[in-house]
């Protein structure tokens, strides 16, 4: 079993910056992929930000050049820096990840209970 556990939202004024954290923990072979996502109300979940196992890293065309993800494979984390924040940006983002429990496995998705982002003057 896989553990995601997310830190750093809150309220920031349109303009601002904030980080988000994740970090995995658990027993597992591989962590393929890890990114973010978010679902703003009335709306569907929507793929903020990914980074591959390997470094390759995709992003939304509405976050490209304000949003930067990273992975620090050592500690199993994902940090997402969010720079110049609007009022758009305002969603729960959920952390994902895709792992495998042992070489032989299949890959499987866990996602994080959310942490609140609110772009607000």
Do not use: H
């Amino acid at each position: 079993q896989v553990q995601l556990v997310e830190s750093g939202g809150g309220l920031v004024q349109p303009g601002g910056s904030l980080r988000l954290s994740c970090t995995a923990s658990g027993r597992f072979f591989s962590l393929n992929y890890m990114g973010w996502y978010r679902q703003a109300p009335g709306k569907q979940r929507e793929l903020v930000a990914g980074i591959s196992e390997s470094g390759s890293i995709n992003y939304a065309d509405s976050v490209k050049g304000r949003f930067t993800i990273s992975r620090d494979s050592a500690k199993n984390t994902v940090p997402l820096q969010m720079n110049r924040l609007e009022p758009e940006d305002t969603a729960v983002y959920y952390c994902n990840a895709v792992v495998r429990g042992d070489y032989r496995s299949s890959p499987t998705t866990y996602w994080g209970q959310g942490t609140q982002v609110t772009v607000s003057s």
